[in-house]
């Protein structure tokens, strides 16, 4: 019998974890973490103290920690894990992979069943007209090639200025240093002199907090139109190659663009023959309701970058969907007899591939669309009433299983809450005692489960928000 990878990994981990759970003690877990690893995202000298947070096991939609607790990830990790943290037809695609072709590339012409299948997969689901697809390993090598592939359009036809790329304050668009420029977020640039040249931000489309004192909705809307418009002429349309957005943003705290933003963006990009790159890494596949976030919000791109749900995160692998028009260039600007100089040793892994074909068939079985609609709809209608009832939440908004509370000082004032009394991280810590995962976003807690829960399971993290949430509005009021 063919001996898996996964049977022989099985008892091996088992039984490093059990050897290694001593809560104290030199070799400890715990105290190897903190003499060895350098934690994405984290405060350092904090995690000293804490100590690592660590998550030995997954079933389904929970997580149970080095410790047997068992918690509902109401974050789905990362927006990433929509499958939750063990499914057996992922392990089995995976393991069947494995034992089929370990690795294999996509350079020099050369595909796998799993990749070609994947790929074919990815193109008839976008919004995007026979398109093409390129696999990349993460999110921001997907947002990099993006980028690059609008420089290499723009010298096919003959426009090389048009390199700059205008994004928006407060997205997140990755770590790498092209993608963490694109970034509008001053922690990701302060230490690494970055963001780096050729790169223009404009205003986050958040109506709740960036509206003036009296401005409407469509006065707001007019203005970000305005401010895009106004920036392009600032630096001169024949310099400018494209804009980048998530089309609703998550790390912000779950920004629905208002009604109407996208129709004038996409407008005035047209206009100046400038790119749309959708940032669908967090939105794809199923998390807003729609297949993409582009169909929820009307936003026919140029490119696309996926990664996340594309394979429930069960191995890192990312893409990017080009149109027609993208693809010619890459041919035109190659027709010398040249290469198409971009690609990732691990461009197309056949285990990633067939992995994503796996969470695509369930996404198709479970009708993510109908599904996600579903419980995201419950979820939303308990939050909202919760916002209802409490004076410190100012927004509840959301579309699908991606949702966000905005908690401000008094709902009154709509004033953000004092930094000093970190009650959103006292929410949180609230919710984690009580054994839910959620996510402070700065003064939003955000919500992003996996598509496996039930109804109780929604209940459940509503009901522990909830609890949370008027025990620190208490406390406040004591205070
Ligand atoms: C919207 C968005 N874009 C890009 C990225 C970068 O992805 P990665 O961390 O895989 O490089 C992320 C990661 O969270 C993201 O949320």
């Known amino acids: 019998m063919k001996q898996t990878h996964f049977s022989f990994g099985d008892q091996w981990l088992a039984d490093t974890i059990e050897a290694s759970m001593t809560l104290s ?22 995690h000293e103290q804490a100590g690592p947070f660590i998550i030995a096991s997954g079933e389904g939609p929970y ?52 990749a070609i299948t994947a790929a074919e997969a990815v193109a008839e689901l ?44 407060r997205a997140f668009h990755g770590s790498t240093i092209f993608a963490a420029s694109l970034t509008g977020l001053p922690h990701m640039h302060r230490e690494f002199g970055l963001p780096l040249d050729g790169i223009v931000h404009v205003s986050c489309p958040d109506a709740y907090r960036g509206r003036h004192p009296g401005e409407t909705v469509e006065d707001f809307v007019t203005r970000l139109a305005n401010e895009l418009e106004e920036t392009i002429l600032r630096e001169g349309p024949e310099t400018i190659g494209a804009f980048i957005a998530e089309p609703i943003n998550a790390g912000a705290g779950v920004i629905v663009p208002p009604d109407g933003y996208f129709t004038k963006i996409q407008q005035i990009l ?9 940032d669908e890494i967090v939105c794809g596949f199923g998390r807003t309701g729609s297949w993409f976030g582009c169909d929820t919000m009307g936003i026919q791109p140029d490119m696309m970058a996926m990664a996340k749900g594309m394979s429930s995160s069960y191995f890192p692998i990312s893409a990017v969907a080009v149109g027609p028009h993208i693809y010619e260039s890459v041919k035109s600007i ?77 709902k009154t004032s709509g004033a953000p809450p004092a930094p000093e009394l970190d009650v959103l991280s006292r929410i949180d810590k609230y919710a984690k005692a009580a054994g839910i995962i959620l996510r ?21 993290i509503a009901d522990v928000f909830e609890e949370s949430l008027f025990k620190v509005e208490s406390e406040l009021r004591g205070a």
């Open 270 to 278: 047209r206009k100046y023959g400038i790119l749309f790159l959708a």
């Open 25 to 46: 003690g030199s070799n400890s877990l715990r105290d190897r973490d903190l003499r060895h690893t350098l934690h994405s995202q984290t405060n350092p000298a904090l």
């Open 440 to 460: 402070p976003q700065g003064n939003t807690i955000t919500f992003c489960p996996p598509f496996v829960i039930d109804e109780t399971q929604v209940d459940t």
């Open 126 to 169: 976008v919004p995007i007209n026979d398109a093409r697809v390129f696999f990349a390993t993460s999110g921001s090598e997907a947002v990099e090639t993006m980028v690059k592939l609008t420089w290499l359009h723009f010298k096919a036809l003959g426009q090389e200025g048009r390199r700059k790329i205008i994004a928006r304050d």
């Open 63 to 114: 997580v149970i920690d080095s410790e047997g607790n068992r918690y509902l990830d109401a974050m789905a990790g990362l927006w990433c894990a929509s499958l939750g943290f063990t499914n057996d037809r992922l392990a089995a695609a995976a393991a069947k992979a494995y034992d089929t072709l370990g690795f294999y590339h996509t350079f020099g012409g050369r595909a796998s069943p799993s």
């Open 334 to 410: 190659n027709s010398g007899k040249t290469n198409f100089g971009h690609g990732f040793t691990n461009s197309g892994h056949p285990v990633g591939a067939a992995i994503i074909n796996e969470t695509i068939a369930i996404y198709r079985d479970m009708d993510v669309v109908q599904t996600v609609g579903r419980l995201g709809g419950r979820l939303m209608r308990r939050l909202q009433a919760i916002g209802e009832a409490s004076s410190i939440v100012g927004e509840v908004r959301g579309r699908g299983l991606i949702l966000g509370v905005e908690i401000v000082a008094d």
